[in-house]
């Protein structure tokens, strides 16, 4: 009897805590519309009419500040995505140094390609454009 009563007084905790979360974030909003706030890289909240709304991000989304909703990843810069700009790179391999170029990523015709990983141990070597190990790597790959 004990047990359900200390569960029914943490639920009600837990119902005000929710309460008067959802009420300051109400107030974050008022006067406001079409304002988003990043909460996570899966969730953002937009206000609308003054009330803020949840927003959630599908699997393989994330949520991309530049458009302000969920896109693929792969379309969105970092922290949240995996994007790399290639506008301004010429046509090959790259290290990806967020990633302690345990990966490379690829630049086509100023277009991002996706990520390749390097075999357990090994890091991206740019001179040879393979995965080597990383005595055999400069800095800041390697430790040459």
Not at 14 to 26: I, N
């Amino acid at each position: 009897m004990l047990l359900v009563h200390y569960s029914l007084l943490s639920i009600c905790g837990l119902v005000l805590v929710s309460a008067y979360y959802e009420s300051a974030v109400d107030d974050l909003c008022l006067g406001r519309d079409d304002v988003i706030f990043a909460r996570s890289c899966k969730t953002y909240l937009k206000c609308v009419n003054g009330t803020a709304v949840t927003f959630h991000c599908d699997q393989y989304m994330v949520f991309n500040m530049n458009s302000g909703n969920c896109e693929y990843a792969f379309n969105v810069h970092s922290p949240c995505g995996v994007f790399r700009d290639c506008t301004k790179l010429p046509d090959g391999h790259f290290p990806d140094t967020e990633h302690k170029c345990m990966r490379f990523y690829t630049c086509w015709k100023k277009s991002f390609l996706g990520f390749n990983s390097c075999s357990m141990g090994l890091v991206f070597n740019v001179r040879k454009q393979v995965c080597d190990w990383p005595f055999n790597v400069m800095e800041p790959c390697g430790i040459r």
